[in-house]
């Protein structure tokens, strides 16, 4: 069954997944148990933006992707889903990478959520395969 008609996706499979990652760092990492390390880091963006309004801006991202995950019928909502999920990991990796000459342990973090944000951009630009009865037959020679 094609994936636009209710088949299996794997973009939505991962909009889905990633978006309850994002929903879960939002609610748990940041509004329920932010870390110290964590929004000391982020100081670059929480002078102008509250932490608990980040909180709350993965927990709609996540809700984003999860609803563009499960939009069956209309794989055009899809890039919604995608970019809030890039655009939030794109941020948390500027201010990582910002705050890298001020204290050397944010090049950890930097490198995981710029490697992050990039493969969610490629993932978003992938197709899903064909299904089964419109691939080609394979000719063994």
């Given at each position: 069954m094609p994936a636009a008609t209710g088949g299996f996706s794997r973009r939505r499979a991962i909009l889905v997944s990633l978006g309850c990652g994002w929903a879960g760092y939002g609610s748990l990492g940041i509004l329920a148990n932010p870390r110290s390390g964590t929004v000391q880091l982020l100081d670059d963006i929480?002078?102008?933006v509250p932490i608990t309004f980040?909180?709350?801006l993965w927990v709609?991202?996540?809700l984003v992707a999860i609803l563009a995950g499960l939009a069956v019928r209309c794989p055009r909502i899809q890039?919604?889903?995608y970019s809030a999920l890039a655009t939030l990991a794109g941020l948390w990796a500027a201010a990582f990478t910002i705050a890298i000459p001020?204290?050397?342990?944010?090049?950890g973090s930097?490198?995981?959520w710029v490697s992050i944000a990039i493969a969610v951009v490629l993932v978003a630009g992938m197709d899903d395969p064909l299904p089964p009865h419109l691939r080609k037959a394979r000719a063994w020679t």
């Open positions: 929480t002078r102008w980040l909180g709350w709609a991202s996540g890039a919604a889903g001020s204290d050397a342990t944010a090049s930097a490198c995981i």
